[in-house]
């Protein structure tokens, strides 16, 4: 959910408040691992742009389907799902797609009693700036980043880990859908190999909540995708010593090969748990 920001100094800017109010460091430091672990959809979403991508409506989780999560664990993913699609619509300057996945995303975060930790305000900023890209997304994060801090305060961070879960599988399953039927996709194809990384992050913070039941229920599912990602090839090239400014830098670089046949694996698994997700 924080990871809808696309401006990471702000974010960053307002963890430090946290931490200045007297928050253990560790939870600062984690905090902060796995904001700037897990990539920004806006991000995503402007790579696809920049490879000649186009909105695709079909990508995104219908809006009509939110009457079907009822339980706590399909509300918390999907909200996820639903507020990545939000950000792809509102980075592709689909106002009315966006207004729906404004008031869908509303009344998930309602359902989960997420809803009263956001000021009215707020959404009134929300739907005022529905046409305005950059407000929305800079209010989207201001708004979860709220809720990831109440759901904290109020014993419920396995709920903000899930949430997390399900809007970093959306932003999956939509950059494979777009780097599958996009020319220019070599881009797209080398961020999807980067959320090797992401995902250790977040199957970490999962794993801190292991006895929660929904927790039981979603973790296995990101560990599936794990076992897959771990096939991609990573090799490091000999490290270099080189002398700058009278002191010695050592210096390497590795290199990630993603053959089409892993691609094509990472994106069919995902496409597997995110319909179970969305159903």
């Known amino acids: 959910m924080i990871g809808c920001n696309g401006d990471n100094a702000n974010v960053e800017d307002q963890i430090e408040d946290s931490v200045a109010t007297g928050n253990n460091p560790d939870e600062f430091n984690k905090a902060k691992q796995v904001i700037y672990g897990i990539p920004s959809p806006i991000e995503t979403a402007m790579l696809m742009k920049r490879a000649g991508a186009k909105y695709n409506q079909e990508y995104l989780n219908p809006t009509t389907n939110a009457g079907n999560y009822t339980t706590t664990k399909s509300m918390a993913l999907n909200l996820g799902v639903y507020s990545t699609d939000l950000s792809f619509a509102s980075m592709f300057d689909q106002s009315q797609a966006s207004i729906k996945y404004l008031a869908t995303t509303k009344k998930l975060a309602d359902d989960l009693g997420i809803l009263n930790a956001i000021d009215k305000s707020i959404i009134t900023r929300m739907e005022t700036n529905i046409n305005n890209r950059d407000s929305l997304m800079e209010i989207i994060s201001e708004t979860f980043m709220n809720s990831n801090s109440f759901l904290k305060e109020n014993d419920r961070a396995e709920i903000a880990a899930i949430i ?18 996009t020319a220019s996709n070599k881009e797209l194809i080398e961020r999807i190999a980067d959320q090797r990384l992401s995902l250790n992050t977040l199957i970490s913070l999962m794993s801190e909540y292991n006895t929660d039941p929904n927790i039981q229920a979603v973790l296995p599912e990101m560990e599936k995708l794990k076992v897959v990602f771990d096939k991609i090839q990573t090799s490091s090239s000999k490290m270099e010593v080189i002398e700058k400014d009278g002191k010695s830098i050592i210096s390497s670089k590795s290199e990630v090969k993603v053959t089409t ?11 597997e748990i995110r319909t179970n997700i969305i159903k």
């Open 261 to 271: 046949e892993v691609f094509n694996e990472i994106c069919k698994t995902a496409t």
């Open 164 to 181: 997390l879960a399900g809007g970093w599988l959306e932003g999956l399953y939509v950059g494979c859908k777009v780097a599958q039927n």
